[in-house]
C-alpha cells in the first residue's frame, strides 16, 4: 500500500499533511510513504527529515500520487491534481464542502473517495481525529497573541516606580474551542477577561478560567444548544436583546475576539457598526470567522483594517497556518489516528468499512458519486 503527501497548491497554506512522527507511524504499519519534495517546508520539515523517518521523496506532485492508494492533503485537491489520482484512491484532507458542489462533483467524477476530516463526528472515539478541535485550539491562542501585538500596549497590570500600568480587558464572543483557548491564554497574559455565547453550557466553562460571563439568560438562551453541541442560530428578537447589552459592554474593552461560526452557514453578525464606533482609539477586533464572512461589520479577509476612530480589525485569513509547525503536527496526528481504522493490519491494505460511522460521516465522493447526505445533488 502507498500512501502519497502532497504539496499545498493554495500559496498562502503552509501546513502540511505529514510529519515524520506519523510518517514513522504508517512506516510502522508496513505502509510504503511517498512525499512530494518541499511540502513540509513552510512548516519547518525538510525533505531529510521525511527521508530519516522512512518516507521516500518525489520530485513532483505527479510522481508522489502515482499509484497511491491514499493521497493526503490540508486543503482539498485542486482541479488540475485530480487527474493525478488513479481511479478509487482515497484522498483525505479539510474539504470545506459547503457551498462548494461543483469542486465536489468534479472529485466523484475523478472516481475518487474523498473524506473531509473537518466532519468528523464528536463522539468519544473521533476526539483524537478532531481535526476542527487540534486547529481552533491554535487559533484562539494565535487570535490572542496577534490582538496583542497589534494593541501596543502592555497586557498584565503593571506596578511600577513611575506609576500603575491597568490590565488590558479581553472580550471574546465565541466559548467553542477557540473561545476558551483564547480566555485561558488572555488570563494567562494578565488580562481582564469576559465573554460570551448562546449556549448555557458555557458559562460554567468560563468562569471555571476566571473570566466573567456577559449574555442575556432567558428562555431562549436556556435551549440553545443543538444536540452535536454547536450553537443555534437565535431569534432575531434575541439577537436585538443580546446586541444591547453587547454594545455597553463593548464600548470598554481594548481586545475583542470574535470566534462564532455555524456549520455550513455564513457567519453571524455579532459586532456592529456602531458597535465599532463606540470603541476606544487603539482598541483591536479580531475576527476569526472571517473566511465565512465575518463577525465584524467593517472586516476585510486577509487584511488588517484601521476604522476613522483608530479602531483596528484584524482579518488574518487560516489563523492556525500562523503556527504551520504545531498546526501540522496536530492536523498529521488526526490523519493518523483516522487512517489507522482505514488500514487492515493484517494484509497492510486500504480496507475501508463503509458501515463505519467515522467513515459515513466524513466520506463525500465515492464510485463516481457524491454519497453524503448532506451534499447529494438536489433534485430538480
Not at 468560563?206 to 443543538?226: H, M, N, W
Not at 453587547?246 to 457598526?273: F, M, N
Amino acid at each position: 500500500m502507498r500512501i502519497a503527501v502532497l504539496s499545498e497548491t493554495d500559496a498562502a497554506e503552509p501546513r502540511v499533511a505529514a510529519v515524520p512522527e506519523t510518517v514513522k507511524k504508517f512506516k510502522g504499519l508496513g505502509v510504503e510513504v511517498v512525499v512530494q519534495s518541499g511540502a513540509g517546508l513552510k512548516a519547518g520539515v525538510p525533505d531529510s527529515e521525511f527521508e530519516a523517518a522512512g518516507a521516500t521523496v518525489a520530485a513532483s506532485a505527479e510522481e508522489a500520487a502515482r499509484d497511491a492508494d491514499l493521497v493526503l492533503k490540508v486543503r482539498r485537491p485542486a482541479p488540475e491534481e485530480l487527474k493525478l489520482f488513479k481511479s478509487g484512491a482515497a484522498v483525505v484532507a479539510i474539504m470545506d464542502p459547503y457551498g462548494n458542489e461543483a469542486a465536489l462533483q468534479g472529485m466523484a467524477e475523478a472516481g475518487i473517495s474523498a473524506f473531509a476530516m473537518e466532519l468528523m463526528p464528536r463522539i468519544t472515539r473521533a476526539q483524537v481525529m478532531d481535526v476542527l478541535s487540534s486547529q481552533a485550539n491554535l487559533a484562539g491562542y494565535r487570535a490572542v497573541v496577534d490582538g496583542a501585538a497589534e494593541y501596543g500596549r502592555a497586557m498584565p497590570m503593571m506596578m511600577t516606580a513611575a506609576g500603575t500600568v491597568p490590565a488590558a480587558r479581553v472580550f471574546v464572543m465565541g466559548v467553542g474551542v477557540a473561545g476558551l483557548q483564547a480566555i485561558a491564554t488572555a488570563r494567562r497574559m494578565g488580562a481582564v477577561v469576559t465573554a460570551t455565547d448562546v449556549r448555557p453550557a458555557t458559562k460554567e466553562q468560563v468562569e471555571s478560567l476566571g473570566a466573567k460571563f456577559v449574555a442575556v439568560e432567558d428562555d431562549e438562551f436556556k435551549q440553545a444548544e443543538t444536540a452535536g453541541g454547536y450553537a443555534k442560530e437565535m431569534s432575531a428578537e434575541y439577537q436585538k436583546k443580546q446586541a444591547e447589552l453587547v454594545k455597553g459592554h463593548i464600548a470598554k474593552q481594548d481586545i475583542v475576539i470574535t470566534t462564532a461560526l455555524i456549520p455550513g452557514r455564513p457567519a453571524p453578525k455579532l459586532v456592529s457598526e456602531e458597535m465599532v464606533a463606540s470603541m476606544k482609539p487603539g482598541s483591536v477586533l479580531i475576527d476569526l470567522a472571517v473566511e465565512r464572512g465575518g463577525n465584524v461589520a467593517g472586516a476585510k479577509a486577509g487584511e488588517i483594517v484601521t476604522t476613522g476612530n483608530g479602531v483596528k480589525i484584524v482579518g488574518h485569513l487560516n489563523v492556525p497556518g500562523r503556527l504551520a509547525a504545531t498546526a501540522s503536527s496536530l492536523y498529521a496526528r488526526n490523519l493518523y489516528a483516522f487512517l489507522e481504522t482505514l488500514i487492515d493490519k493484517e494484509s497492510k491494505a486500504l480496507a475501508v468499512k463503509w458501515d463505519d460511522e467515522l467513515v459515513k460521516a466524513t466520506n463525500l465522493t465515492r464510485d463516481g458519486q457524491v454519497v453524503h447526505a448532506s451534499f447529494q445533488p438536489k433534485a430538480a
